[in-house]
């Protein structure tokens, strides 16, 4: 038995993933000014690489990209531990 097989029985649980596009440092007095339709810049752009994380362990990596006016992540590196 593969390990994809041994853990189908788990296909139904929901894991939470994160995917790190920027960080930033702002100000309280920032924060407060923000509203909706508000825009943070950040240094990354479609095309960059990011990390992606499943329940906080490095999972794998991927490349932000921008698919009918929507950002995303395609996968480009996943690791299995």
Known sequence: ?????EIAPLGDVPVEIEVEL????MTTREV???EEGSVIET????GENIDIYIGGVLCGSGEVVVIENRLGVRITDFREN
């Open 1 to 5: 038995m593969n390990p994809q097989e």
């Open 22 to 25: 920027d960080r930033r440092v």
């Open 32 to 34: 407060l000014r923000l």
């Open 43 to 46: 240094a990354r752009s479609a």
